[in-house]
């Protein structure tokens, strides 16, 4: 079995700050990339940040400058810090994974279970 847990999500002013963090655990043979997608009421769930197993990062418009998302390989963890937020990112911030169990495996793609985060004007 594998599992991603996300953990730091929580209320926050506007203008605050705050760091998730997503380890992923189980037979893991190895790890591509991983990333946070987040998903607000009433919307669909969007890519907020990725970063591939080298490092490479790629980020929505609407959080560059403000996000940054890391990753520590040795730990199957990745990072997403979050500075000056906005009300407008409340929403459920989900982790995702693409994994092989098995060195023969196929990378397959597995997802969090979310953690709130809610940004108050």
């Known amino acids: 079995q594998v599992q991603l847990v996300e953990s730091g999500g929580g209320l926050v002013q506007a203008g605050g700050s705050l760091r998730l963090s997503c380890a992923a655990s189980?037979?893991?043979?190895?790890?591509?990339?991983m990333g946070w997608h987040r998903q607000a009421p009433g919307k669909q769930r969007e890519l907020v940040a990725v970063i591939s197993s080298g490092g490479i990062t790629t980020y929505a418009d609407s959080v560059k400058g403000r996000v940054t998302i890391s990753r520590d390989n040795a730990k199957n963890t990745v990072y997403l810090e979050m500075n000056s937020l906005k009300p407008e990112d409340t929403a459920v911030y989900y982790c995702?994974?693409?994994?092989?169990?098995?060195?023969?495996?196929?990378?397959?793609?597995?997802w969090g279970q979310g953690t709130q985060v809610t940004v108050s004007s």
């Open positions: 189980g037979r893991i043979f190895s790890v591509n990339a």
């Open positions: 995702k994974a693409e994994l092989r169990r098995l060195a023969w495996n196929p990378y397959s793609e597995y």
